[in-house]
């Protein structure tokens, strides 16, 4: 309620007050103001020296205490007003459109992340892969420059022609060619095997000619393991003949030509022969002219590619 006998300022008076607010209370900004405003605003200057220049005691020690209490007390008392409890705090975090917010959110984080992650992990596998294979291109090739061009063969299987061949598929391990690599110090022993740990491929000569790393030209001579064999070695029947390696979960295959280069495909078939006629490195072509990957069926063809794990 508003007590109608304490002292206020006329309109005039404020006015003049505003002013001398706005030049700081400074004498000489005065001389500025409109001729009104000047008289009122000389007297509220004088005033107000006067009440500045009021002798007064020093306030006592209690007072400055008390004062600095109830200062602390406020301050105490805005910040009990501003905390929020932890029990409150906590139940509003447990609020059930909270919890369906944060799982919503970690769940679409999950569903971009784990394509991502899986995607970086099989390029790097891919790459590794292929850098072991460059590895082991350098091997085959240091191995033919000590032995007249010849490719790497493993002395229990020496003879890997097709008219030797004494398995009941016409299918030897071929792959066990690779190891005298590590053993006579070729190549590190983690080459030999797609990121030292799954199975290669490696090119059976179906041809004399095939017998000489120098006289094959550019072609295929290694790869990753050859899944139609795979999955005929465990007594199944392949959907296709086209399938890419399980190596990298069938989505592709790295190939080593016998330049010391690898390269990435999606597809088994590659260009064979002076003709370039695309051939499945997987199967071989027999003298009917259908694919298989028994040895003793092999047309003897010097351009045919197969590649035996």
Known sequence: MTDHNEPTLDSDDAEALDALMECRFESAAIDRLAEPLRARARGLLSDLRAIDEYPVSEPSDALVDATLARIAQAERQQAERLSVPAQLSLRRRLHIPNIVAVAAVLLIAAGVAFPVASQVRASSSQAMCASGLRTLGSGIAAYASDHAGAMPSAPATASILPLTSTSD??????????????????????????????????????????????????????????????????????????????????????????????????????????????????????????????LKECSGSPTDIFLAN
Not at 172 to 193: F, P, T
Not at 205 to 221: D, E, K, M, N, V
Not at 270 to 287: E, H, K, Y
């Open 169 to 294: 598929a016409g299918i030897l391990e071929n792959a066990r060619h690779l190891e005298m690599l590590s053993q006579k110090g070729y190549c590190d022993a983690k080459c030999i095997r797609c990121n030292g740990a799954r199975n290669l491929s490696f090119r059976v000569p179906l041809h004399t000619a095939q017998t000489s790393l120098t006289r094959i030209g550019r072609s295929a001579i290694a790869a990753d393991a050859n899944p139609v064999q795979a999955i005929l070695t465990r007594g199944a029947t392949p959907s296709s003949l086209e399938l890419r390696s399980l190596n990298h979960e069938q989505v592709g295959q790295n190939v080593l030509f016998s330049d010391g280069s690898s390269f990435w495909t999606i597809t088994p078939l590659l260009p064979a022969g002076p003709q370039r006629v695309r051939d499945n490195i997987w199967v071989i072509r027999s003298a009917s002219g259908t694919a298989t990957i028994n």
